[in-house]
Every structure is written in C-alpha cells, then in structure tokens.
C-alpha cells in the first residue's frame, strides 16, 4: 500500500491502513477512540437539543389557591388548576453554550483521530520494511542500549 492511499485510506477510516500493516494494536487504538467519541457526541448532541428544546420553558411553582376550600382554583373553561407562579428554565443561554462547546468539542476528537490515524499509516507505509531490533539491558550501575538496523 502507498503512503498516499495508506494516509487516505485511515483518514477515512481509522484504524484500516493499520490493519493492513499487521499494527493490530495501533488499529484497535484509532477503532476504540472513534468509537468512544461518536458515542460522546451523540450523547451530547442529544444534550444540546434538551437545552435547545426546553430554553424557553417555564414550571409552575404555585397554583392559585381557593380561600374557601383551600384547594387549587380551577378554571372554569378547561377545569385546570390556575398558576400563579413560574420558575424559568434551568436552561439558561449560559448553559445551552455550554452544552454546544462539549458538542464541538467532541466533533474535534472525532476530526483529530481521523487525522491523526491518517498520519500514523503514513509513517507506517513509509517505514513498513525498515526492520530494526532495540534492545535494552540493565545491570546494577549501568543501562545497555543495542540497536540493530538491517537494510535491503
């Protein structure tokens, strides 16, 4: 595979140059990432719209009360408690902005494991047959680095 068609291949699907590179590791990273973050902002997409929904809402804290019987007064029309006092949303524009970012901020991770899997696979098919052996050993009072690179 080209570096080219490996960089396109896992911007558009991260993780698959990867797996054609034997990096079973690197591509179950990219597949994990992308999986979590879809999910997060499709949680919080539904967030944004709840806010969305019910910024211009109101409850009612207390109904009107009848001073004779002490229950709540009923309009005479539909026979349905009267208000007397509301609380605004919870949902301020503070909040709905909020809520937005984290939407953002989610679409973001998504666009940056794209990239970042696309960039990875093309390291990958540019070094795919490099073959090199590191070593490392440790003794009491010293560390040993070995690094063998063969060539083709």
């Not at 997060?40 to 019910?54: D, I, P, T, V």
Request: net charge positive; no cysteine; hydrophobic share 45%.
């Amino acid at each position: 595979m080209s570096p080219r068609r490996a960089f396109l291949s896992s911007l558009v699907l991260p993780g698959y140059a990867q797996t054609a590179f034997g990096r079973h590791r690197a591509a179950m990273l990219f597949a994990v990432v992308e999986i979590g973050a879809i999910g997060m902002a499709r949680k919080a997409a539904q967030s944004l719209g709840e806010a969305k929904a019910f910024a211009r809402d109101s409850v009612v804290d207390t109904y009107r009360i009848d001073p004779v019987t002490g229950r709540a007064a009923l309009d005479p029309v539909t026979g349905q408690p009267i208000p007397e006092t509301y609380t605004a949303s919870r949902f301020t524009p503070d909040r709905v902005r909020a809520r937005r970012t984290h939407y953002e901020d989610w679409i973001a991770a998504i666009v940056f494991n794209h990239l970042i899997a696309g960039a990875d696979a093309f390291v990958a098919a540019n070094l795919w047959d490099f073959r090199t052996n590191v070593n490392v050993t440790a003794s009491p009072g010293s560390t040993t680095v070995i690094a063998t690179v063969r060539f083709r």
